[in-house]
């Protein structure tokens, strides 16, 4: 590209900075895009849990996207917590009307703390509003079961499985994270949709606990380098290591008692 990708990001506020579009705005600079950002929800949170949602009114989501994108180019979008069924239904019927090039969906419904972050009648409405307008999925192991209504896959052949079934429900390409299978000395995530096949993308598992705003940071950087890469697997790899190298980081930080965030800035600060 000529110019630095303009990357968008749909999401809730976290005041602890490693979740949210706080860590997504991290993401998108510190893999060379100028970031934009729609509140959906305020958080009150820390490294050690989740205290309180406000949820911003579906209409002022509404215009915050229309008003951004009758002026801005937007390059690629990155959607993350929607807290409600009305706020996903705001963000679906904006993006049927502006078609952005790539939409990346983390279908965040739990926190890592525990906390519920979308409600139960919302994931209706992630499953049959917003799963078609996704060029990409980034669920973990859970919100892949809580979106086809199953249990979450205990070993690779289901999550392969889980990963072709979610296709069926209209997404064109699933990122599978297998992270919540601790027990194994690899991470390993299961790409599969249109141009990619089934492709398995492992790491060496990070002994850190500071993981806090891992899935916001990885589906930030891959809506980040996709204009930049020339296909999904490049960019889905590309980001995979960027977040592994932040983890390795994230113990050189000192913020809050509990789960702490990854090193976003781990590649450009000494």
């Known amino acids: 590209m000529t110019h630095p990708p303009v990357a968008l990001t749909i999401a809730a506020s976290d005041p602890s900075g490693g979740a949210g579009i706080q860590a997504d705005l991290k993401a998108f600079s510190a893999n060379g895009a100028y970031g934009t950002a729609v509140l959906t929800a305020l958080t009150a949170q820390n490294t050690q849990g989740v205290t309180g949602i406000h949820a911003v009114p579906p209409a002022f989501v509404r215009e915050q996207i229309d008003t951004l994108f009758a002026d801005v180019e937007v390059d690629a979008v990155k959607i993350g917590m929607l807290a409600d069924a009305g706020i996903a239904a705001a963000v679906a019927e904006a993006l049927e009307r502006h078609r952005p090039r790539y939409?990346?969906?983390?279908?965040?419904?739990?926190?890592?703390?525990?906390?519920?972050?979308?409600?139960?009648?919302?994931?209706?409405?992630?499953?049959?509003?917003?799963?078609?307008?996704?060029?990409?999925?980034?669920?973990?192991?859970?919100?892949?079961?809580d979106l086809l209504g199953v249990a979450a896959a205990q070993d690779r052949g289901e999550a392969v499985e889980q990963a072709r079934a979610l296709l069926e429900t209209g997404a064109r390409r699933v990122l599978l994270k297998g992270g919540h299978h601790t027990h194994d000395a690899e991470s390993v995530d299961v790409l599969v949709g249109e141009g990619t096949g089934v492709v398995e993308l492992s790491a060496p598992r990070v002994d850190t606990r500071n993981t806090h705003g891992t899935g916001c940071t990885l589906s930030a950087a891959i809506a980040a380098l996709r204009p930049q890469c020339d296909d999904w697997h490049t960019a889905v790899r590309a980001a995979k290591d960027y977040l592994t190298g932040a983890l390795r980081a994230a113990d050189t930080l000192r913020v809050g008692r509990g789960n702490g965030p990854v090193h976003h800035f781990h590649q450009h600060w000494s």
């Open 103 to 145: 939409v990346v969906l983390d279908p965040v419904m739990v926190s890592t703390s525990g906390h519920r972050l979308l409600e139960a009648d919302a994931v209706a409405v992630v499953r049959e509003r917003l799963l078609p307008l996704a060029d990409l999925i980034t669920p973990n192991l859970p919100e892949a079961g």
